[in-house]
């Protein structure tokens, strides 16, 4: 995989939901706005 460089825009990626919809990133930026991703890796 590789790695992105500063200031290179992220790949349009779509995230799936637990109930099985689905999400682009690009459904959530654009138009001036900023979007924060954070990866949460959940231990039981």
Known sequence: MAR????QPAPDIV???L???TAA???YWGDGR?????FLRHLA
């Open 15 to 17: 995230l799936p939901f």
């Open 19 to 21: 109930d099985g919809r």
């Open 25 to 27: 990133l690009s459904d």
């Open 4 to 7: 992105l460089k500063i200031g």
């Open 34 to 38: 900023s979007l924060l991703l954070i």
